[in-house]
């Protein structure tokens, strides 16, 4: 059984920082990718942030590069994503994802298994 928990979110002032936890489970091997998405209130969900579990290989979003770093450490099981200097428009509910691949990722691939998501809302 493949499961995602996401967990770290909450109110923040703008400026300041988050991170953000997504623990895998149900996985035979590191083959596998993990990617955050953001759903904004009103919008549809959209990946800003991806890690290769195999090798480490990672792409961002424009709108988080230089503010947003995914991490992985695969004897945990668990992603994170350090989230700084966060302005009003990272509001939103924050997803992880997986898909069974393991040489490359993109923030615009098709993700197959989803978590529950947890709040972020950035607000002085």
């Known amino acids: 059984q493949l499961q995602l928990a996401e967990s770290g979110g909450g109110l923040v002032q703008p400026g300041g920082s988050l991170r953000l936890s997504c623990v895998a489970s149900?996985?035979?091997?590191?083959?596998?990718?993990i990617a955050w998405f953001h759903q904004a209130p009103g919008k549809e969900r959209e990946g800003i942030a991806c890690i290769v579990m195999t090798n480490d290989g990672t792409n961002y979003a424009n709108s988080v590069k230089g503010r947003f770093t995914i991490s992985r450490d695969n004897t945990k099981n668990t992603v994170y994503l350090q989230m700084n200097n966060l302005e009003h428009e990272d509001t939103g509910i924050y997803f992880c994802?997986?898909?069974?691949?393991?040489?490359?990722?993109?923030?615009?691939?098709?993700?197959?298994?989803w978590g529950q998501g947890t709040q972020i809302t950035v607000s002085s």
């Open positions: 994802a997986t898909r069974i691949v393991f040489k490359r990722c993109e923030v615009l691939d098709i993700y197959n298994y």
């Open positions: 149900g996985f035979s091997s590191d083959r596998y990718t």
